[in-house]
T-cell receptor, first 113, second 112 residues
Framework: NAGVTQTPKFQVLKTGQSMTLQCAQDMNHNSMYWYRQDPGMGLRLIYYSASEGTTDKGEVPNGYNVSRLNKREFSLRLESAAPSQTSVYFC????????????FGPGTRLTVL | EDKVVQSPLSLVVHEGDTVTLNCSYEVTNFRSLLWYKQEKKAPTFLFMLTSSGIEKKSGRLSSILDKKELFSILNITATQTGDSAIYLCAVVFSGSARQLTFGSGTQLTVLP
């Protein structure tokens, strides 16, 4: 099992460009999450999907959209990137019965110039 | 506002030392507290604590929760260079079982 995978690993964007971060999990988990991690601030939840077909806002959703494509895949889209979105983005997943224990992907390091 | 505070922010020790990392929280309707270890990339799960006073143990790592005083500690005995990492504490409140509120982490460096 690969667990949680993310693409790309690194990305540099110019202000105003758009891009989609991809996430997939092969653990048959129902719930998936997107976090961002900034220096000195821990991880903050952007959006989550409790199950296929549902998405909800987390702590810092502004400037982002998400799509739960199917049970395996959960993508995060930046429509018009801003320098404040420079961060490391982590995707995570968890089982329905144990949503607290989340498994994380390797992260995407995004720089917006 | 729910808040999770970890201390110290960073710590440098030598191999063989014992360390104690702290996590305090102000969360309404507490449900559980989790510890993660983050090396270069993804955070990896260490412990989940829900009951006060019950120690969770895995090898040289152990953790305990005090729900009355609203804190948890993570102990690492006989530290090794491979223990060097950021240790993250996260709290779940009953309002939303899916939302982990993270602290900013403790950067532990173990020197040979």
């Amino acid at each position: 099992n690969a667990g949680v995978t993310q693409t790309p690993k690194f990305q540099v964007l110019k202000t105003g460009q758009s891009m989609t971060l991809q996430c997939a999990q092969d653990m048959n988990h129902n719930s998936m999450y997107w976090y961002r991690q900034d220096p000195g601030m821990g991880l903050r939840l952007i959006y989550y999907s409790a199950s296929e077909g549902t998405t909800d806002k987390g702590e810092v959703p502004n400037g982002y959209n998400v799509s739960r494509l199917n049970k395996r895949e959960f993508s995060l889209r930046l429509e018009s990137a801003a320098p404040s979105q420079t961060s490391v983005y982590f995707c995570a997943s968890s089982e329905r019965r144990d949503t607290q224990k989340q498994f994380f992907g390797p992260g995407t390091r995004l720089t917006v110039l | 506002e729910d808040k999770v505070v970890q201390s110290p922010l960073s710590l440098v020790v030598h191999e063989g030392d014992t360390v104690t990392l702290n996590c305090s929280y102000e969360v309404t309707n507490f449900r559980s507290l989790l510890w993660y270890k983050q090396e270069k990339k993804a955070p990896t799960f260490l412990f989940m604590l829900t009951s006060s006073g019950i120690e969770k143990k895995s090898g040289r790592l152990s953790s305990i929760l005090d729900k009355k005083e609203l804190f948890s500690i993570l102990n690492i005995t006989a530290t090794q260079t491979g223990d060097s990492a950021i240790y993250l504490c996260a709290v779940v409140f009953s309002g939303s079982a899916r939302q982990l509120t993270f602290g900013s982490g403790t950067q532990l460096t173990v020197l040979p």
